[in-house]
Each structure stands twice: as structure tokens, then as C-alpha cells.
Nanobody, 115 residues
Framework: QVQLVESGGGLVQAGGSLRLSCAAS????????MGWFRQAPGKDRGLVAG????????YYEDSVKGRFTISRDNAKNMVYLQMNSLKPEDTAVYYC????????WGQGTQVTVSS
């Protein structure tokens, strides 16, 4: 069974950058389209970016287009989320999962953007 471990979150000022990493183990990672999700306090968890298994296609939620970049390294079983021009409204716990969100959830990584 695939296990997912997110890292790279932290506290950053508005306009700053962070790079999140997701390490996957225990499954056929390269076959899975993967996504980054986020959950802010009092809100539902939602998909913000997705990438196909071979990395050829990506998806971005409108609010992060042009600021976030999702990538993957199948040789290392890793998925990344480069986040630039961060805004206070990006504050949330960030999770990686399959694009469909059907894998067991990891613990997530907290991103806090101060104004």
C-alpha cells in the first residue's frame, strides 16, 4: 500500500516561496496521476494541482495558476509543489495524494503565509 509523506512547509511572508515535497513508498507510483491538495481551517480539502503519471500534463486550480508548479521524479518516487508569490489565502495544510484522492492520506505539511 502506498504511503505518502509530505514536507517542506513553514512560515513565510507574503510574496515568498516554498517548495513542498512528497515522498511515496509501497506502490506503483509512476502509474498514478498525483495531486497536491490543501485544507484551510474551516474549509474542505480541495485539489490545487495535479500531474499525470508521466508528467506530460498538469492541472492547476484557478487561484494558483501562474504561481504554483507541480512536478514529479518517478525515479525517486517524489512529487513536488513549487509555490511562488505566496498569499495569506494560501495558508493551509497541504497534502499529496493520487489525483482522485483515493490513497491513504499522509499527515500533511503546514504552510502559513503572513501578510
Amino acid at each position: 500500500q502506498v504511503q505518502l509523506v509530505e514536507s517542506g512547509g513553514g512560515l513565510v511572508q507574503a510574496g515568498g516561496s516554498l517548495r513542498l515535497s512528497c515522498a511515496a513508498s509501497g506502490g506503483t507510483f509512476s502509474r498514478n496521476a498525483m495531486g497536491w491538495f490543501r485544507q484551510a481551517p474551516g474549509k474542505d480539502r480541495g485539489l490545487v494541482a495535479g500531474i499525470t503519471g508521466n508528467g506530460a500534463s498538469t492541472y492547476y486550480e484557478d487561484s494558483v495558476k501562474g504561481r504554483f508548479t507541480i512536478s514529479r521524479d518517478n525515479a525517486k518516487n517524489m512529487v513536488y509543489l513549487q509555490m511562488n508569490s505566496l498569499k495569506p489565502e494560501d495558508t493551509a495544510v497541504y497534502y499529496c495524494n493520487s489525483w482522485s484522492g483515493l490513497l491513504p492520506w499522509g499527515q500533511g505539511t503546514q504552510v502559513t503565509v503572513s501578510s
